[in-house]
Antibody, heavy 120, light 109 residues
Framework: QVQLRQWGAGLVKPSETLSLTCAVY????????WNWIRQAPGKGPEWIGE???????NKNPSLKSRVTMSVDTSKNQFSLKVTSMTAADTALYYC??????????????WGQGTLVTVSS | SSELTQDPVVSVALGQTVSMTCQGD??????ASWYQQKPGQAPLLVIY???NRPSGIPDRFSGSNSGNTASLTLTGAQAEDEADYYC????????????FGGGTKLTVL
């Protein structure tokens, strides 16, 4: 059974950088997209970006300039950094796996979520 | 990229059938996927592709697609189906972005 477990700081000061890591257990790391998604309180999910096992990335244009993603295939882990955090970035952050074919893509496994609060 | 539009609130009587829709241009190129989210939990995939259910999802959940609209149908809604439901798809064939709908809050009466 595939499991995604994530960790990182839950409290970030304004203007500082958020760092999160997600580890993949019980499945192959190659052949999927590894994603970050956030959800502000009371709001729907917002896609942040994704990375594959080769390090190729796609990012939400609205966050692109502040987002860096990396992958460590030796540990089956991928990471997210978001710079210049503000109160508007306060949200529950999830990692998730994308399974895909030519016509369908979907998020099939999700991490447990990390509540990130931006406050001094 | 494009957007996905969902009705904010839908209600259904216990045991009855309800459908919720998701509209957007991206659905002309990619099938939507549907997620159930209960308070304090991560989203759970319930439908993907043309009409596929992951293992463990009851067969009262089904999906359909037509043009730029995807639909999720619950046949015989149960109390435990009360949740928020989100649709999602790739933005378009020309990019590799993702979009989510704003969500539908399903109330089971």
């Amino acid at each position: 059974q595939v499991q995604l477990r994530q960790w990182g700081a839950g409290l970030v000061k304004p203007s500082e950088t958020l760092s999160l890591t997600c580890a993949v257990y019980g499945g192959s790391f190659g052949g999927y997209y590894w994603n970050w998604i956030r959800q502000a309180p009371g709001k729907g999910p917002e896609w942040i970006g994704e990375i594959d096992d080769l390090g190729n990335t796609n990012k939400n244009p609205s966050l692109k300039s502040r987002v860096t993603m990396s992958v460590d295939t030796s540990k089956n882990q991928f990471s997210l950094k978001v710079t210049s955090m503000t109160a508007a970035d306060t949200a529950l952050y999830y990692c998730a796996r994308v399974e895909y074919s030519d016509t369908w893509h979907y998020f099939d496994y999700w991490g447990q979520g990390t509540l990130v609060t931006v406050s001094s | 990229s494009s957007e996905l539009t969902q009705d904010p609130v839908v209600s259904v009587a216990l045991g009855q059938t309800v459908s919720m829709t998701c509209q957007g241009d991206s659905l002309r190129g990619y099938f939507a996927s549907w997620y159930q989210q209960k308070p304090g939990q991560a989203p759970l995939l319930v439908i993907y592709g043309k009409n596929n259910r992951p293992s463990g999802i009851p067969d009262r959940f089904s999906g359909s697609n037509s043009g730029n609209t995807a639909s999720l149908t619950l046949t015989g809604a149960q109390a435990e189906d009360e949740a928020d439901y989100y649709c999602s798809s790739r933005g378009s064939r020309n990019d590799h972005l993702w979009v989510f709908g704003g969500g539908t809050k399903l109330t089971v009466l």
